[in-house]
């Protein structure tokens, strides 16, 4: 199974957004060594700093970053997200209540 991974590189004036591809076994989620591997296929050499956010920064001192965050992870599954801007524009264009015109 394949797991795409949408992580955010923090470099000094800008945070860019790329992906990443780790292949699985099905039912399975990536462990710590599948992020790092991914990651160092991709030229990153890091370590976990925050496991409960999937925060890594480089090992390598004088790197161009100072930290990589994983976002989300796509499995192909469909999943729900509730998008709290379109909820909050819904909200305000949408009558509260119905009354009678």
Do not use: W
């Not at 990651?39 to 390598?60: I, Q, S």
């Not at 499995?75 to 801007?85: A, H, L, V």
């Amino acid at each position: 199974m394949e797991c795409i991974v949408h992580f955010e590189v923090h470099h000094l004036h800008e945070i860019k957004e790329l992906r990443g591809l780790i292949f699985l076994e099905e039912g399975q989620t990536p462990s710590e060594i599948d992020f790092l591997t991914m990651f160092e296929e991709m030229g990153y050499k890091l370590r976990l700093e925050d496991k409960e956010n999937l925060v890594f920064t480089p090992v390598e001192p004088g790197a161009n970053y100072s930290k990589i965050r994983v976002k989300r992870l796509d499995t192909g599954e469909k999943s729900y997200k509730e998008d709290k801007e379109l909820r909050s524009l819904l909200g305000n264009l949408l009558p509260g209540e119905s009354r009678p015109l």
